[in-house]
């Protein structure tokens, strides 16, 4: 049993643990559940398209054809897979845009094209 010492202890430090206040303290707790992928919800980042994610589903599942819960959950693996190869195509697209921008203005600017001999990626 709890002493009634502790449990006085306990309501203080709770009225003064009132989750994040700022915006951005909302947002990053908000993505909490991120980290562990069984609680993550639905498979959308900030900033993609749900029509996109939607027109994804509905066109797999036309092309699948899934019956039944266990198809289901290996189709929402499926899907969530596939976002996430959208994902890495988007950073390695961004990756090697920046690193060519970079060594463009290393090699002195736009006007003359580096050899690719000259690009080097990474540092």
């Known amino acids: 049993m709890t002493s009634p010492k502790k449990v006085a202890a306990n ?7 009132t989750g994040p206040r700022t915006e951005m303290g909302k947002q990053r707790t908000s993505r909490n559940a991120l980290t562990l992928k069984i609680y ?3 498979q959308l980042l900030p ?3 749900k029509a996109e994610y939607d027109a994804l589903v509905a066109s797999l599942a036309k092309a699948l054809m899934p019956e039944g819960p266990i198809e ?3 189709f929402m693996q499926i899907v969530g897979d596939m ?3 959208k994902r890495v195509d ?3 697209h961004s990756f090697i ?3 060519v921008l970079d060594n463009v203005d290393t090699c002195g600017g736009s006007d003359s094209a580096p050899h690719v001999g000259q690009l080097s990626v990474g540092s």
């Open 40 to 42: 993550a919800g639905p």
């Open 11 to 17: 309501r203080r430090n709770a009225e003064k643990s």
């Open 97 to 99: 845009s920046w690193n």
């Open 72 to 74: 289901w959950i290996y």
């Open 90 to 92: 988007i950073a390695e």
């Open 47 to 49: 900033g993609e398209s």
């Open 83 to 85: 976002m996430r190869l």
